[in-house]
């Protein structure tokens, strides 16, 4: 992944690498791990910090790599690379996810939109807390950050979901 042409992007992901070691030395005692049926908050964090490595990749139509990403895509790369398989599709990984309220959102979490009105859900974003997601908008455009609590996505928002 880190060769020519790519040196911001590994510098970025050098800088997150330190960061979580730093953060492992830092422990006094093991997190306790989560009860049956009980979400891994753990994974939820390493999906919103993987994703907020990812800003400033291009767009890419169908692109489900560091290449290049569609929204799906993105949502996608980051739940596989924590080891999580999920649907294709935007469509589908609202399908298939389990339903979070918007109220209580946790970063990691889907957020899925109904962009245009004779579609069904049509785009997904990663939840990075704050009211904030991470996101692979549309052709031109890269990855970046949006404001889930007003403005153009706060109207197209139709609900949240979680794998992990």
């Known amino acids: ?59 890419h139509f169908g692109g489900a790599d560091a290449a290049g990403f569609d929204c799906s895509g993105l949502a996608l790369y980051v739940h596989q690379r924590i080891g999580l398989t999920i649907p294709r599709t935007a469509a589908a990984q609202q399908r298939a ?4 309220p918007l ?7 889907l957020v899925f939109f109904r962009i245009h009105a004779w579609r069904g859900i049509d785009h997904v974003g990663i939840y990075a807390g704050a009211g904030r997601f991470i996101h692979s908008p549309r052709p031109g455009q890269a ?12 109207r197209h928002v139709r609900g949240a ?4």
């Open 143 to 154: 990855v970046t950050y949006a404001d889930l609590t007003r403005g153009f996505y706060a």
């Open 161 to 164: 979901g979680r794998f992990w």
């Open 97 to 100: 996810a389990l339903p979070v």
């Open 1 to 59: 992944m880190c060769g020519p042409g790519s040196g911001a992007y590994c510098a970025r992901a050098g800088a997150l690498l330190c960061v979580f070691v730093l953060a492992g030395g830092c422990a006094t005692h093991p997190a306790a791990p989560p009860r049956p049926g009980e979400p891994a908050a753990g994974q939820g964090s390493a999906i919103a910090v993987l994703a907020a490595s990812l800003v400033g990749t291009p767009y």
């Open 103 to 109: 109220a209580e959102l946790a970063p990691g979490d």
